[in-house]
């Protein structure tokens, strides 16, 4: 069975600080991961995935996210955090054996960026 | 740049009644999906769908829920004899890829009220 774990409900930190928000994954075969934003009020929106190759991914707004398979671990991180990045962020896993593609979602940290 | 569209964006329905909610998928999409989300929290996979028929569900997704395309472009998930915890955002998503390597792609969802 695939799970998400994301161990922190809310992290906090002033713009222009780095940021990091955690999620480790377990899942049968090789994982395709995913992360997601959402802002109030609205559908989630893709930020960026992990499916094979490179262990560093980047995606959209300046987000990037690491793959390490050992540590079942793809956390999101951002060398300078913005206001607007304040949002809730999804990660997400989806087993590259399964037919039905079903993506399982952690349960959210939602980031807070203080000016 | 093309959309998943969810209508409505709110319905408000009494205990045991039927709803119907509605989704548009991205035109050349060939998975689609539904989720649901309480209170803003964890996002919670119901149903995939592809070639015309379910591909995997959830424990969640029971006799009382079932989904259909009727048409080649609108998805629909029913909800039969509504329930007062069915109170939550469904979020239809749609994806592209053959391979299960693809995003999804959220609507912006479909409140629904049951009192």
């Known amino acids: 069975a695939q799970s998400v774990a994301q161990p922190e409900d809310q992290v906090n930190v002033a713009e222009g600080n780095p940021l990091t928000v955690k999620c480790t994954y377990s899942v049968s075969g090789n994982p395709y991961l995913f992360w997601y934003v959402q802002y109030p009020n609205r559908g989630l929106q893709f930020l960026l995935k992990y499916i094979t190759g490179d262990n560093l991914v980047k995606g959209s707004y300046g987000f990037e996210a690491e793959f390490n398979k050992s540590q079942t671990s793809f956390h999101l991180k951002k060398p300078s955090a913005l206001v607007s990045d304040s949002a809730l962020y999804f990660c997400a896993v989806r087993a590259s054996n399964t037919g039905g593609f079903k993506t399982i979602f952690g349960a959210g940290t939602r980031l807070f960026v203080k000016a | 740049e093309p959309e998943v569209t969810q209508t409505p964006s709110h319905q408000v329905t009494q205990m045991g009644q039927e709803v119907i909610l509605r989704c548009v998928p991205i035109s050349n999409h060939l998975y689609f999906y539904w989720y649901r989300q309480i209170l803003g929290q964890k996002v919670e996979f119901l149903v995939s769908?592809?070639?015309?028929?379910?591909?995997?569900k959830s424990e969640i997704f029971d006799d009382q829920f079932s989904v259909e395309r009727p048409d080649g472009s609108n998805f629909t998930l029913k909800i039969r004899s509504t329930k007062l915890e069915d109170s939550a955002m469904y979020f239809c998503a749609s994806s592209s890829s053959l391979a299960g390597t693809g995003e999804l792609f959220f609507g912006e969802g479909s409140r629904l009220t049951v009192l």
């Open positions: 769908f592809y070639n015309n028929e379910i591909s995997e």
